[in-house]
């Protein structure tokens, strides 16, 4: 089957570095997506994978290997605002998004 | 409007009575969906549609339809409401049916069934 992996809940500092990760099983491979949606708020789109490597966007980073069917999301110099969910989404060989359930950020002053 | 708007935004219903929900874009976005989010559980796709015209059943279609009688508006109906429906709607839509579409969501709508 199809299947999406990422935790339920990380806490991180103000200031810090946090990772994100990612594992996705998938009937074939058309990318890897991450949004954030904020508590009550519409999914807003971050980043998207399909080779592999790290792609950088100001503060936040999104690496995928397909190889190992893993990505990660690195948010960098954290601010209250990151606080929110992230989700992971891959695409498979039909084109349809497979979703996680979502990672919750709790960022602490 | 700019971008998607969904209607209403939260709704109290009846077990048994029939609900739509309304998703309108302006985005001339030839791809639209809808997901339900409940707690605890990745969205989940309900109906697409590629283009007007054409509509396709997701992961979670029982108790639901859809038409896309033209490009802006993709409404999702509830024939007969159950408590199982109760949960947070999103319309989207996308200018691409593949490769790095990204997803605009609407607002979303959330619907609780008594």
């Known amino acids: 089957g199809q299947n999406i992996d990422q935790p339920t809940e990380m806490t991180a500092t103000e200031g810090a570095i946090v990772q994100i990760n990612c594992t996705y099983q998938t009937s074939g491979f058309n990318g890897l997506f991450w949004y954030q949606q904020h508590a009550g708020e519409a999914p807003t789109f971050l980043s998207y994978n399909v080779l592999d490597g790290l792609e950088e966007k100001g503060r936040f980073s999104s690496f995928l290997s397909r190889s190992k069917g893993y990505s990660y999301l690195l948010l960098k110099e954290l601010q209250m605002k990151d606080s929110a969910s992230y989700l992971c989404a891959a695409m498979d060989s039909n084109y349809q998004l497979i979703w996680g359930a979502g990672t919750k950020l709790i960022i602490k002053p | 409007i700019a971008g998607i708007t969904q209607a209403p935004t939260s709704q109290i219903l009846a077990a048994g009575r029939r609900m739509t929900l309304r998703c309108t874009q302006d985005m001339r976005h030839n791809a639209m969906y809808w997901y339900r989010q409940d707690l605890g559980l990745g969205l989940r796709l309900i109906h697409y549609?590629?283009?007007?015209?054409?509509?396709g059943k997701g992961e979670v279609p029982d108790g639901y339809s859809v038409s896309r009688a033209n490009t802006d508006d993709f409404p999702l109906t509830l024939a007969s409401a159950v408590p199982s429906q109760t949960s947070v709607y999103f319309c989207a839509s996308s200018d691409s049916t593949s490769g790095s579409g990204e997803l605009f969501f609407g607002e979303g709508s959330r619907l609780t069934v008594l």
């Open positions: 549609s590629n283009t007007a015209g054409t509509t």
